[in-house]
């Protein structure tokens, strides 16, 4: 399997090479040639291995499509050690729970941040220590976090040889909890830097550092944000357990509800639908900030500026620049890379937006592609929380719940519709209370995480001097 960019790079890369890159030279996401295809057959297998085998031997089976340069034993062991009871808490490692008539939870918060960022988080880490000491190389990873990704990064990369981790949040706008699991660490391999401003700053620094290509090459920089395909790639994995669990015909369709800000989770979800999971809707889920509902509804793509981004209670989707919709607009023009760079190295770049309405493809979205979408307020979340816990006994995040209030506006008479659950609801104490009026659960590990001391350096909103302060600490050892 080679991998080619959104933007028409004519280099061909395999997966280790992709790996440890991130970006495309050309500023564009890596994709492969071809989505392999899955028949009635695979699927039936798949069920059977799932079912008799477990989750990591699905992995295997689903990551084996495209990754052909790691020797098979070795992919297959770094899976067994990635997808453990010890580490997800249970051997499902994706449960699926039934919420009400028509509508389930798919739980992807048991790893080790409480966050569904683990899933392939934890994969990540292992397989760049593993192409590191096959190379005999070292990785600056450089990413940025809205809450959740820095955490998953952090608890995955830590103490692995080879590798230093930069971190970007926004300054203030995580939760204190968030904020506490990835400031409390105090390895040494890991460097939190909180900028002053909103992801959309954090995630344009990244860009623009991985962008200087003498640098990224002198510095060894890679990432482990969204745009970095294996992670998409590990998130396809649940989404044929979510569908094996709601079925039990291989030809049933189910729907799935995602929280979206990055499109990165439910992009994946695209994937195992252009494989041929029979995945009938993909419910894009947002909050105030929606960029991305208003593409779907519209064909009007149309990001905000940092004034103009909302500081929500579901603040992992606080993004008005959707780093992976550019694989499915990729997609959707017929993989026309030309079109692709017109509109996001040039229409973004001068305007802040483009505009597919009157584009013929526009009309497949929903017909084609399964995508449809929704719009979810502080007041919405509040009332889903309080309503799914008094009904139900169950008690979801802020962002789980604008998920779930998007699916049921999509459900189908007949059509599983799996909400993928975002992260725990501890992780946002304060919302929580404010919806039922106690604290949600915290595990024993965790408690008093927020008083431990942090190890953050504040630094305002600017490429180079996060470049300096990166080169500083490589040159320190």
Not at 66 to 94: K, N
Not at 349 to 359: I, K, N, T, V, W
Request: net charge neutral; glycine share 8%; with cysteine.
């Amino acid at each position: 399997m080679r991998y080619l960019s959104t933007r028409g790079e004519p280099a061909r890369r395999r997966f280790s090479d992709i790996l440890l890159e991130g970006l495309a030279p050309d500023g564009g996401l890596y994709l492969p040639e071809h989505y392999p295809q899955v028949d009635a057959a695979t699927l039936a297998r798949w069920r059977r291995i799932y079912h008799e085998q477990g989750y990591a031997e699905l992995a295997f089976e689903i990551l084996s499509l495209y990754i052909d340069d790691i020797p098979p034993d070795d992919l297959r062991a770094l899976l067994r050690r990635t997808y453990t009871a010890e580490v997800f808490g249970t051997g499902e490692i994706v449960p699926l729970r039934h919420l009400e008539d028509g509508l389930w939870l798919e739980a992807l918060s048991n790893g080790p941040t409480l966050a569904f960022k683990d899933m392939a988080m934890q994969l990540l880490g292992h397989l760049f220590e593993y192409e590191l000491a096959r190379r005999g190389e070292t990785l600056n990873i450089l990413g940025a976090t809205s809450g959740d990704t820095g955490s998953a990064a952090e608890y995955a990369m830590r103490g692995k040889r080879g590798i230093r981790v930069f971190m970007l949040s926004p300054h203030g706008r995580m939760s204190p909890f968030q904020q506490a699991q990835m400031y409390g660490l105090q390895d040494p391999n890991i460097h939190n830097i909180a900028i002053e401003g909103v992801f959309d700053d954090c995630q344009d620094i990244v860009k623009a550092v991985s962008a200087d290509l003498d640098f990224k090459r002198r510095w060894r920089i890679g990432t482990v944000n969204s745009i970095n395909w294996a992670r998409l790639l590990a998130q396809v994995v649940y989404y044929v357990a979510g569908w094996i669990q709601a079925t039990e015909r291989d030809d049933q369709r189910v729907s799935f509800a995602v929280p979206s800000g990055n499109f990165g989770n439910v992009c994946a979800g695209h994937i195992a639908r252009m494989m041929g999971l029979p995945i009938e809707r993909l419910v894009v889920a947002t909050n105030e900030n929606d960029v991305l509902d208003e593409f779907f509804r519209t064909g009007v793509y149309r990001v905000r500026g940092s004034a103009d981004t909302y500081e929500t209670s579901s603040p992992s989707m606080d993004i008005s620049k959707a780093s992976n919709f550019e694989r499915f607009v990729f997609d959707l023009l017929g993989r026309d890379a030309a079109a692709t760079r017109r509109l996001f190295a040039e229409a973004l770049a001068r305007h802040g937006r483009f505009d597919l309405s009157q584009h013929p493809a526009f009309a497949q979205v929903r017909q084609r592609y399964g995508f449809v979408s929704g719009r979810s307020t502080h007041a919405n979340r509040i009332e889903t929380i309080r309503a799914t816990w008094q009904r139900h006994g169950v008690l979801i995040d802020p962002h789980t719940a604008d998920g779930v209030k998007v699916a049921r506006q999509h459900l189908q008479p007949g059509v599983p519709m799996i909400v993928l659950e975002t992260a725990l609801p501890i992780k946002f104490a304060a919302t929580i209370v404010e919806a039922i009026g106690q604290e949600p659960p915290r595990p024993a590990h965790l408690q008093g995480i927020e008083q431990l001391p942090k190890r953050v350096l504040v630094m305002p909103a600017d490429a180079q001097r996060v470049k300096d302060h990166i080169a500083a600490m490589c040159q320190g050892g």
